[in-house]
């Protein structure tokens, strides 16, 4: 229904900000980055927002995300089966966008569970195999690349998610990096060149 909500910040808590839109006072519950995004009291702030609609309590949230990518992902989140608004905002306050493309890409559902409270190792597992397939047409551009080399894996598994992040196969990735060596960006670059000449 709302595209973007945009007004004077009246108030912000850890879980929700209140933005005057045109004398309205909007309610917006949102992740932490975004939240820290909005700056203070008494600034103009702007929030993409998702409408959630709960049927059997008739009670309508608005979600919002100081970027279009963030809501994107908080959307593919909620498609997931079992998975709630309130899980994907939790999941999205503690693990980044980039990091989360990384997580999903690798299959790693442990990090996942281990960051988001309220989610357990099924619910985290169900997300990385609901969306693993869904990452390759979206458009990364706007997400901090640097989040896909965390320090969490060795180097070949970073180049080979970060290869996987922009659309390769896991297969194809794998392949255009064997016998790459140097620092992860050195060898996804080379992963790069190889994958060019095909």
């Known amino acids: 229904m709302f595209y973007y909500i ?27 980055s975004s ?33 279009l990518e963030e809501l994107r992902i908080f959307e593919m989140i909620l ?3 079992g998975v709630g608004a309130k899980t994907a905002i939790n999941l999205l306050s503690n693990v980044s966008p980039s990091k989360f493309v990384l997580c999903v890409t690798t299959g790693d559902a442990k990090y996942i569970a281990s960051h988001t409270p ?35 894996t060795d180097d070949s598994n970073e180049a080979v998610a970060a290869l996987a992040a922009l659309g390769y196969s896991l297969q ?11 620092t992860v960006e050195e060898q996804i670059k080379a992963g790069l060149k190889n994958l060019m000449r095909g």
């Open 6 to 32: 945009s007004g004077e910040l009246v108030h912000k808590t850890e879980s929700f900000a209140v933005i005057d839109a045109g004398g309205v006072g909007y309610r917006i519950y949102s992740t932490l």
């Open 35 to 67: 939240l820290k995004a909005l700056g203070e009291s008494g600034s103009q702030a702007k929030l993409y927002t998702y409408m959630n609609l709960k049927t059997a309590s008739d009670v309508c949230v608005l979600y919002g995300f100081s970027d």
């Open 79 to 81: 498609g997931v089966s």
């Open 118 to 152: 309220g989610l357990g190792p099924k619910g985290a597992q169900r997300i990385v195999l609901e969306l693993k397939d869904k990452f390759k047409g979206l458009d990364l551009d706007s997400i901090d690349k640097e989040e896909l080399f965390a320090p969490e």
């Open 172 to 182: 194809e990735a794998k392949k255009a990096l064997r016998g790459t060596t140097g």
